[in-house]
Nanobody
């Protein structure tokens, strides 16, 4: 059984930064791609960023490109999301997820393990 635990969320002013972490249990973390998704109140969950098993390939939603950076440390079974120049529209619950494949993927249905989420609130 894989468990994903996010941390690092909080309240920040617009223009500020946060770094989210997601710690994964299990021995096969490095075999799979990882992703971050978010869900704002009243909206569907949306893709934010993804990283391949090796970390060599990343993908971002257009709305965060140039501001967010996804990375991973396979030795620590941890994936990160560095969020800079935050905007009020970035306010959401952020979820970490593990894919069923090693290549980078932006598709919701390619992810079969999800964390409990961490709240990010950006004030204007």
């Amino acid at each position: 059984q894989v468990q994903l635990v996010e941390s690092g969320g909080g309240l920040v002013q617009a223009g500020g930064s946060l770094r989210l972490s997601c710690a994964a249990s299990g021995r096969t973390f490095s075999d799979y791609a990882m992703g971050w998704f978010r869900q704002a109140p009243g909206k569907e969950r949306e893709f934010v960023a993804a990283i391949s098993w090796s970390g060599s390939t990343t993908r971002y939603a257009n709305s965060v490109k140039g501001r967010f950076t996804i990375s991973r440390d396979n030795a620590k079974n941890t994936v990160y999301l560095q969020m800079n120049r935050l905007k009020p529209e970035d306010t959401a619950v952020y979820y970490c997820a593990r894919a069923t494949v090693g290549r980078v993927t932006t598709l919701n249905y390619d992810y079969n393990y999800w964390g409990q989420g961490t709240q990010v609130t950006v004030s204007s």
